[in-house]
């Protein structure tokens, strides 16, 4: 059995389920290669595997702006109900 290194962590990978092929070809909204470029820090190609946590770590990161975007979108809509209650109140 051999072992294989994760790209980012260098954790030996023992289990297939644990291990995914960075070069994908399959067509996925998630390319690793594009998230490890967006990386602050070079990588460099030490293999051509990466981990299940690290994996999720990047996608977790790769999904910030979005999830950013979303809570002050959730942030405004309750700041204006709870502004428009305030106001109807205060005017009664």
């Known amino acids: 059995m051999s072992l294989f290194k994760c790209i980012l962590c260098f ?3 023992e289990k297939d389920s644990e291990r995914f092929l960075i ?3 399959k067509k996925t909204i998630f390319d690793v290669y594009v998230a490890l470029a967006n990386l602050e820090f070079h ?3 030490a293999s051509v ?3 299940r946590q690290s994996h999720g770590l990047l996608k977790k990161r790769n999904n910030l702006p979005q999830n ?3 809570l002050q979108k ?3 809509i309750n700041y204006a109900t709870s ?3 305030f106001s ?3 005017i009664r």
């Open 11 to 13: 954790k030996e990978i």
């Open 23 to 25: 070069q994908n070809n």
């Open 43 to 45: 990588v460099y190609a």
């Open 49 to 51: 595997y990466i981990c």
């Open 68 to 70: 950013l975007e979303e």
């Open 74 to 76: 959730s942030m405004r």
């Open 83 to 85: 502004l428009a209650l």
């Open 88 to 90: 109807s109140r205060k």
